[in-house]
Nanobody, 113 residues
Framework: QVQLVESGGGLVQPGGSLRLSCAASGGVFSTMGWFRQAPGKQRELVARITRSGTTTYADSVLGRFTISRDNAKMTMQMNSLKSEDTAVYYC???????????WGQGTQVTVSS
């Protein structure tokens, strides 16, 4: 069975940095990525990375966040954090044949002074 285990969330001041990690097990995955959901808002794609290393970023984080991947281990370095980045961040993975997808439990990121 597939499991996605996240780590790295926490409280940080504006301008600070955090690094989120997601370790996926139990399968081989095509695309992996991070979504986030703030209170009262829809869940949105933050960044994604394919098995070949192609990356995509939301405009709001472009230049500040960097996603990387080593097979089924994915990280996202988040720099110059803003209060608008406060959200629950979810790891997401799609199976190799793109027939199923999986979600992590979510990790809270709070950017506040």
């Amino acid at each position: 069975q597939v499991q996605l285990v996240e780590s790295g969330g926490g409280l940080v001041q504006p301008g600070g940095s955090l690094r989120l990690s997601c370790a996926a097990s139990g399968g081989v995955f095509s695309t992996m990525g991070w979504f986030r959901q703030a209170p009262g808002k829809q869940r949105e794609l933050v960044a994604r990375i394919t098995r070949s290393g192609t990356t995509t970023y939301a405009d709001s984080v472009l230049g500040r966040f960097t996603i990387s991947r080593d097979n089924a281990k994915m990280t996202m370095q988040m720099n110059s954090l803003k209060s608008e980045d406060t959200a629950v961040y979810y790891c997401h993975a799609v199976s190799l044949l793109m027939v199923r997808d999986y979600w992590g439990q979510g990790t809270q990121v709070t950017v506040s002074s």
